[in-house]
């Protein structure tokens, strides 16, 4: 029976491989994207990523950012797009600002998946030769021995589909790594429309304190003004005696 069942699997698995093939048409690959971009307002492009991705069909897997406060802030970001809108978004994110770099990684999974699905479909026809085997079979030993087989068999075909569902989601959603950089010329000042009302404020602002000043002089002139008037009249006095002083020096 073990020799029966060894030649009509290894004859249901060429057939199935054969069978298989034709799903070589159907290219697999699987594509990831590592990118930087130079933007003004790294959150303002953060938006505008989240928008890009959501109308072809993505979803944005993790968003990181870091020292936003900063005059460098930075937005780490990770997608999932569907492949065939892979360029697209990606052309649509380098337009956001400055690519600063770019690269790109492809795997052809194809015949991976090919051999899956064989061994899935060997594994399956086996599954069900051995549940015929276990209908009749009439001792204890060879249920037990047969279901013990049946038990290794679903768990290795549950383990080739899970595989087989990983390589087509991969295949069938791209992966998208960017970088979010602002770039210098984002963090310069907005122009003041109002400049004509904010040089009126601070030249009034000049103007009060330019007042202020001469007022506190005048101030300090008035409270010390007898001082001042004391040495006036004592200065004038010194000075009408050195006069007559001289006036009074005989001629030679």
Known sequence: MAAALEAESSGIATVSRESAKSLMDDRMVIRTAELTVSVDSVEKA??????????????????????????????????????????????GIEGLGIRLSKGITSEDVTEQVVDLDARVKTMSIQENTFRALLKDARSLDSVMRLQEKLTGIRSEI????????????????????????????GNAPAKDPNWLTQA????????????????VFLVWLMVFSPVWIVL???????KRAMVKEVKAEPQA
């Open 158 to 185: 549950e383990s080739l589909q899970a595989q087989r569902t990983s390589l087509a989601k991969q295949a069938a959603f791209s992966t998208i790594t960017l970088t979010l950089e602002q770039s210098a010329i």
């Open 200 to 215: 009126w404020g601070e030249a009034t602002t000049s103007m009060g304190a330019f007042s202020r000043t001469v007022t």
């Open 232 to 238: 006036a009249f004592a200065g004038m006095r010194l």
């Open 46 to 91: 953060e938006g505008s990523v989240n928008r890009i991705v959501r109308s072809f069909g993505g979803y944005v897997t993790d968003a990181q950012s870091s020292d936003l406060v900063s005059d460098a802030p930075i937005m780490h970001m990770t997608m999932r797009v569907p492949v065939g809108a892979f360029e697209q978004i990606m052309s």
